[in-house]
């Protein structure tokens, strides 16, 4: 029996950078929607919530003509780096952060609002910045909406399988994931490595819920 | 539909279950502004309502799987044939008067369906291997077997300078990002593909730039939205009246690869359907055959 367990150390390198991403990117887009009172709010907010309800056939569709050579972002890439955003492993991190978006806005947009907009004009008064009120007071607030943001996104980033079989290509070592394995592991009815790497998914997963649901109980929030 | 329904409002349920606790507990360090909005955004299907919603789609669901007549004829056909089958089910009703009720899908699927107990009566497979299999195992008739069409393997691309001249110099000359192929160990198709590159000396060479789709209706979509340069993709995609550039491509002898032979099989369900066998003797008729080879296949009387 010989089981292949590198699509396993990729997959946990694709959710890792992922989230990486994620929290930098949703950031600020969460904390811009737990304040605004645009009018646009309930359309961004539509827009970050697409990916929950679409079946990842329909964003791996437009992602694969979208990042193809003659597509509009695969064709500034082409130019970039002259070689294809699909089938490439940056082109699937940019996939599972669409993808995986709305796991990591909404709880921090939901962390945001809880915190509201009082202890940060609070620590304006007392002559911070406000990036260093944001950093000093609103993010530790915001402490477990980041880790159930980040846990989320990460998990979710590990089972993806639509998008990543449309756009990735299947090629081993670059955007084979653990997912993607599995499944032909149980087409071609070899059960037993479909077995191992399901089992190791299964309960690694199992273990983010119950450390987020734990964590999001137990502990108080050490505010400021 | 209604799995995607019901999964998207687990989906929400989910999210909701995992929001609102951690609001509810925030919210107890600034109890000034009762902030429950985030929560109250999800409070749509309420339990109760969501249960008898999903037993309601559960049985939905189930419904048509029962309702099968005597000369209506349950087909579980192989992905790639879809076209094909469309135009035969025409002719076969306005010749015998049964009807026919069509499943599509992966024959590795549709195998495992069959013998799960899915209700069909005839299984049109992509290959040899899993009609032979179930005839093993009991689920389908022996001697039904036979083959009703075989699978023509072409190099395209939909440039039409692109696939000229010798086709094992332009895949020497690897002057392309990728070569799409289906995945060898899946799809009988992408077998072909495997032992024709093998014969040729390249499949070495050409490995960094294979790109695999998980069927041959994935390699055809990897070429045709540009993705990739050119592919080994089946006759019968290229052909397609949904296909729009017919491109260039080079028509793989069949020497070059083992015969992508699909095969037909009546299943046991079907041993007593006067019209599933009815449906086997039409899918060997000669004006079949003529639709089959004109969708881009060989047939047995080539």
């Known amino acids: 029996m010989d089981v292949d367990f590198g699509p396993l150390g990729l997959t946990f390198k694709l959710a890792l950078v992922t989230v990486a991403v994620l929290l930098v990117l949703s950031t600020p887009l969460a904390w811009w929607l737990a304040h605004t009172r645009s009018r646009l709010k309930p359309v961004i907010e539509a827009a970050v919530a697409m990916p929950l309800v679409l079946p990842p056939t329909v964003l791996g569709f437009y992602l694969l003509v979208l990042m193809g050579p003659n597509g509009s972002i695969g064709a500034w890439w082409v130019t970039l780096t002259g070689d294809t955003l699909t089938f490439s492993f940056s082109g699937l991190v940019i996939a599972s952060v669409i993808y995986s978006l709305p796991f990591v806005v909404q709880p921090l947009q939901g962390a945001f609002e809880a915190v509201g907009r009082r202890p940060i004009e609070a620590a304006w008064t007392l002559g911070a910045s406000k990036l260093d009120a944001f950093f000093s007071v609103a993010s530790p607030m915001a402490g477990r909406g980041y880790l159930t943001a980040a846990v989320l996104g990460f998990a979710h980033t590990l089972g993806e399988f639509g998008v990543v079989l449309l756009v990735g290509g299947n090629i081993p070592g670059v955007t084979k994931v653990v997912s993607i394995a599995i499944y032909e592991h149980v087409e071609t009815l070899n059960y037993e490595a479909a077995h191992m790497l399901s089992a190791g998914l299964l309960g690694f997963s199992f273990a983010v819920l119950v450390v987020v649901y734990a964590v999001n109980r137990r502990f108080p929030v050490h505010a400021g | 539909m209604a799995e995607s329904i019901s999964f998207t409002i687990l989906r929400w349920r989910f999210m909701k279950s995992l929001y609102c606790f951690e609001i509810d507990d925030v919210s107890r360090y600034k109890p000034s502004r009762g902030d429950d909005s985030v929560c109250s955004a999800f409070a749509f299907p309420r339990p109760a309502h969501m249960f008898r919603l999903i037993i309601l789609m559960a049985l939905l669901a189930g419904l048509p799987a029962k309702a099968a007549p005597a000369d209506t004829v349950a087909v579980a056909v192989a992905a790639n ?74 190099l395209w691309s939909p440039d039409k300078t692109v696939v000229t001249g010798q086709p094992k110099k332009l895949l020497e000359s690897a002057e392309f990002r990728h070569l799409a192929i289906a995945n060898p160990d899946l799809a009988p198709y992408g077998r072909a593909a495997y032992e024709t590159l093998k014969g040729l000396g390249l499949w070495s060479s050409l490995a960094p730039k294979l790109v695999r789709g998980q069927n041959i209706g994935q390699a055809f979509q990897f070429v045709a939205t540009g993705n990739a340069e050119l592919g080994f993709v089946a006759l019968s995609q290229v052909m397609s009246p949904r296909n729009t550039a017919p491109g260039s491509r080079w028509e793989v002898p069949s020497p070059q690869h083992g015969p992508i032979q699909q095969d037909a099989v009546l299943l046991k369900r079907g041993d007593d359907n006067a019209a599933a066998r009815a449906f086997l003797r039409f899918l060997r008729s000669p004006d079949s055959l003529r639709i089959i080879h004109a969708f881009g296949y060989r047939v047995s009387a080539d």
């Open chain 2, 81 to 154: 044939f879809t076209e094909v089958m469309e135009a035969l089910s025409e002719g076969f009703k306005e010749r015998t008067g049964h009807s026919l009720r069509i499943s599509f899908g992966s024959t590795g699927k549709l195998y495992a369906q069959i013998a799960n107990g899915a209700p069909f009566d005839v299984f049109l497979a992509a290959d040899q291997a899993r009609p032979l299999r179930l005839e093993k195992e009991g689920l389908a008739v022996p001697g039904t077997r036979f083959t009703y069409a075989e699978g023509v393997l072409v």
